[in-house]
């Protein structure tokens, strides 16, 4: 198992980092959540969960330890996967995301893309005595947001990624866009895009 990676960023995108690690190259499935966090950065220390299957091993980064165990806590669940663990940190941080759980706050979970009322459900039955157990995991400090050149296009390519289709994503991002016509970066534009779809 590979706890983490501690190396230079030479790529990154809202659902995605390059990172380059004595020489090799790991690409890392991240949340925007994650993204929000290391976007300023050349170098960092990324958490990690590989995940196997019979098609594929696949490689999740969280920006800290916190984020890791939420995301680890949501695929125990039946008919929650990787992709739908990482669209509910991308939606909201896994501190909200705990607080929904443990305060039986189903509705706010269906509002998920991939997070049906039986699953919201399933998911609060199953995880709710587990985050109510106090914890000493505390998010590491240190990271910064900034506004992206090319927002609109990063949020949408973002979107796609998460497995919107183009046009969901184009109507939510329009729709977005003349609510809140004051949101700049692409990480803003993820976040209302996800909650208003």
Same mark, same amino acid.
């Given at each position: ?13 809202? =659902? ?14 991240? $949340?925007? &959540? =994650? ?7 050349? #170098? ?8 196997? &299957?019979?098609?594929?091993? +696949? ?23 990787? $992709? ?5 940190? $991308? !939606? ?7 607080? #929904? ?17 039986? =699953? !919201? ?15 000493? *995991?505390?998010?590491? !400090?240190?990271?910064? +947001? ?11 390519? !973002?979107?796609?990624? *998460? ?9 939510? *991002? ?5 609510? %809140?016509?004051?949101?700049? +970066? ?8 996800? %909650?208003?779809?």
């Amino acid at each position: 198992m590979i706890a983490y990676l501690k190396g230079e960023l030479t790529q990154k995108a809202p =659902t995605y980092v390059i990172m380059e690690v004595n020489g090799v190259g790991y690409h890392v499935n991240i $949340s925007l &959540n =994650t993204y929000s966090k290391i976007q300023t950065l050349t #170098a960092c220390k990324i958490f990690t969960h590989l995940h196997i &299957n019979e098609d594929a091993h +696949t490689l999740y980064g969280f920006a800290d330890e916190i984020e890791r165990q939420t995301f680890l806590h949501l695929i125990s669940i039946s008919g929650v996967g990787p $992709s739908t663990a990482r669209m509910v940190l $991308s !939606a909201m941080p896994p501190e909200e995301v705990q607080q #929904a759980i443990v305060n039986e706050q189903a509705v706010v979970l269906e509002k998920i893309k991939g997070i049906g009322p039986k =699953t !919201a459900r399933r998911i609060i039955l199953e995880l709710k005595d587990k985050m109510m157990k106090p914890g000493d *995991l505390k998010p590491t !400090a240190g990271f910064a +947001t900034f506004a992206s050149a090319a927002p609109r296009q990063e949020a949408l390519a !973002a979107l796609l990624a *998460l497995g919107f289709s183009r046009p969901q994503a184009d109507a939510g *991002l329009q729709k977005m866009l003349k609510t %809140k016509p004051d949101v700049q +970066t692409a990480e803003e534009m993820i976040k209302w895009t996800l %909650k208003m779809m």
